[in-house]
């Protein structure tokens, strides 16, 4: 044993990488085995592998390192997770919950200290900011059941940072009064260095609003490169912290606020999004959770009873105010009971927050060779650590089932989710607008769903098609390379056909899918048509849904979607179907989206909008007639998307003014985002059946237009 003993702790950096590897691979399976959350499970692996447990590796650098980022990575995740329409729409209500949370827990434990423990003022007023902070340890359960966008899990993470930067900055003004050596009788000795601090916060806020936004928008618009946005985002989180630390708050509210500010440009179902997801909850998160475990010593549990009391009066009284804040807010907002349980398990735990909080105290002195914190402080609020980690972990674990369960139940009550017929068939040919396209798809996707995509490209049956067919072997493999970084899956087909638009009706109907999402052509020396070669042919011969897009800038910098819809749209079997995609895309963007239309049209679209999608920002414009398209150019700016509900011919909302939409789309929309919806039809297509009614094929432009620009030209 002793010759064992010898070779511990471990302190060789290759093997301690290794040994918390095997403890993040292994204690998911062993706690799902024991039926309890795998977040305890790193944390008690973390008491028996640290200095006060079995003592087999020790705490160097890396925990320190690794672990602050995987602190940063929670908070970064909870601030780009937020339904920011959301907090703005519910803005008292967090404020409310962010109060009670904060003010509950302290006046209980500060009273609690000085009755029972008796504590000075300043220690239990210290102790009492650290109950009234939390850390979101469970946040990880959340993005394991998707329930980031639940409003209980929206108010619990936004009063947890009001409650966290009321508690920072109450520490703030504790430590500025022993470090400056105030005068409590001189007022103006105290309010002079909190003024200050206050203007550098102030100062640093609006600085990152300003600037964040700006450098985001620039570099994402002119880098595509995976790596390279990964490591941005990376940058601008760490860049936020250190500044967070620079001002005198801890670098946690500097990761919140910098990934609430990037929101907007990190759509939730994006490649670059799972990028962030994976990494964080692959290492960074588990080793923060480890080191964690690591700092506790279970052993002063048996030092005496006074360390018993201490760690039970503190767990007890800190829990229990977070406890009734959850469920008087609950109350108040009329939540039901699985809510206030959600609230209560994300803003009962506490970790490296309240440990830095407690050092700050270490290193107050009230007296000479006296400090604000002694050892009985630190022990207990040590242990309290792991015991509301536990409770924490349980009840959000618990509250989430609960959560989820139900509203599985409302699914199957509605049946709306077995009956969408959802399946996106992209048809891709330019590698210079592929990407783009497929990142619509996922936009607009339903998640909930899970369903696959298809990928096709249709290649000319001739003598160059051999060289053609392996050109789009290799643009459809780098699309599920893509595909799968956002974890979807993704079918793909190349397609021999001496009729490009038939190729794609028999690819639609072979794979069964519900849409079409396409890009118009983009060489011209080509096809000099705006609908191209065979655009044209196939909306004429297909009855589903079709989506031409034409992108200018990436998805994620746009600001606001204008719609324009024609009269008696709500009448067309497709009404739902493109508004819901639209919602989606709206939703996910998180950018407004205007709709101009008939008020009839407006209205029920209006209802649609705030019963399936309440947080999507919609504005209504009346728009009299369709002959008022050419006006709306002056309102659709550079980083606008400009989307046309079109219509077929012989339709319900189609009008001769829709013949004119190309030449108007050329003159009064050049280098502008454009989007052409063509709404399901009812009836069989032209395939499937003759008449003598109706044309079986439409040119783009008719003769009597020619006619009345000729004679417009010969009269000016």
């Known amino acids: ?27 998911p399976i062993i706690m799902s085995k024991l039926r309890i959350p795998h977040i305890i499970g790193m944390v008690l692996a973390g008491v028996v592998i640290g200095h006060y447990g079995l003592d087999i590796l020790e705490r160097d650098m890396s925990f320190e390192i690794l672990g602050s980022v995987g602190l ?148 994402l618009r002119r880098y595509s490169d995976a790596v390279m946005q990964y490591i941005f985002v990376l940058a601008v989180m760490f860049l936020s912290a250190a500044l967070s630390n620079l001002i005198g708050l801890e670098g946690i509210f500097g990761a919140f606020l910098s990934g609430l500010i990037l929101n907007r440009y990190i759509p939730k179902v994006s490649p670059l999004m799972n990028r962030i997801e994976f990494i964080g909850n692959a290492v960074f998160i588990p080793y923060f959770l480890i080191g964690v475990g690591m700092l506790i010593n279970v052993r002063t549990l048996f030092s005496g009873a006074q360390v018993l009391w201490v760690v039970f009066l503190i767990a007890f009284f800190g829990t229990f105010g977070k406890a009734v804040a959850a469920y008087i807010s609950s109350l108040l907002f009329h939540l039901p009971q699985r809510d206030g349980n959600m609230m209560f398990g994300l803003t009962s735990a506490h970790a490296a927050g309240a440990i830095a909080m407690v050092m700050v ?227 996910q963007l998180d950018c407004r989206i205007q709709f101009h239309g008939r008020k009839e049209s407006l209205v029920l679209i209006a209802e649609y909008i705030n019963n399936s999608h309440p947080s999507v920002r919609a504005e209504y414009t009346a728009m009299g007639h369709w002959n008022e398209l050419p006006q709306l150019a002056t309102q659709v700016s550079d980083d606008h998307l400009f989307v046309v509900i079109s219509a077929r011919k012989g339709t319900i909302s189609y009008k001769n003014a829709i013949d004119r939409l190309p030449d108007e789309l050329q003159k009064y929309y050049p280098g502008k985002n454009l989007m052409i919806i063509f709404p399901d039809q009812h009836g069989d297509t032209k395939d499937d059946r003759m008449s003598f009614t109706e044309a079986q094929h439409q040119e783009e432009t008719s003769i009597y237009n020619v006619i009345s620009r000729w004679i417009h030209k010969k009269s000016e």
């Open 1 to 27: 044993m002793r010759l064992i003993a010898a070779y511990f702790p471990i302190t060789d950096p290759t093997l301690i990488f290794f040994v918390v590897l095997l403890i993040i691979l292994f204690a």
């Open 72 to 219: 940063y990575y929670i908070m970064f995740l909870a601030g780009l997770e937020m339904d920011t329409e959301s907090v703005k729409k519910k803005s008292s209500q967090f404020l409310v919950f962010g109060l009670l949370t904060c003010l509950i827990p302290l006046g209980m434990t500060y009273v609690m200290a000085r009755m029972l423990l008796h504590y000075s003022d300043a220690a239990s007023f210290l102790l009492g900011c650290i109950m009234a902070s939390n850390t979101l340890i469970a946040y990880p359960i959340i993005g394991r059941y998707g329930l980031q966008r639940h409003p209980s899990v929206q108010l619990s993470v936004g009063s947890s940072m009001i409650s966290l930067f009321m508690a920072l900055v109450m520490i703030a003004a504790l430590a500025t009064f022993y470090t400056e050596n105030i005068n409590a009788n001189n007022l103006f000795s105290f309010l002079l260095p909190l003024s200050i601090f206050l203007l550098k916060l102030v100062a640093f806020m609006a600085g990152s609003v300003y600037l964040i936004p700006k450098i985001a928008r620039y570099f």
């Open 361 to 587: 105290g270490m290193r107050l002195e009230v007296a000479p060779g006296i400090f604000l914190v002694n050892d009985d402080m630190l022990n207990g609020v040590v242990m309290m650590i792991l015991v509301t980690c536990v409770i924490s972990t349980m009840m959000t674990e618990h509250a989430s089932q609960q959560i989820v369960l139900e509203e599985r139940g409302k699914w199957k009550e509605e049946g709306d989710m077995q009956n969408d017929d959802e399946k996106v068939l992209l048809c891709v040919k330019y590698p210079e607008i592929a990407p783009q396209l497929l990142t619509l798809a996922l936009l607009m996707r339903n998640q909930q769903l899970n369903r696959g995509l298809v990928a096709l490209n249709v290649v000319y049956d001739d003598k160059d098609s051999a060289a053609g067919r392996q050109q789009g072997l290799q643009l459809l493999e780098r699309l599920q390379q893509q595909a799968a970084a956002a974890d979807v899956q993704m079918q793909t087909q190349v397609r021999l056909a001496s009729n490009i638009a038939n190729g794609i009706k028999h690819a639609f109907r072979e794979f069964a899918c519900s849409e079409i999402v396409m890009g118009m052509h983009v060489h011209t020396d080509i096809s000099p048509k705006f609908w191209g070669e065979f655009i044209q042919s196939l909306y004429n011969g297909l009855n589903r849904q079709i989506v031409l897009t034409r992108f200018i800038q990436p998805l994620n910098t746009l600001r606001r979607i204008q719609v324009v819809v024609p009269s008696r749209a709500e009448f067309e079997p497709g009404f739902h179907r493109w508004l819901e995609r639209l919602s989606r895309f709206a939703e």
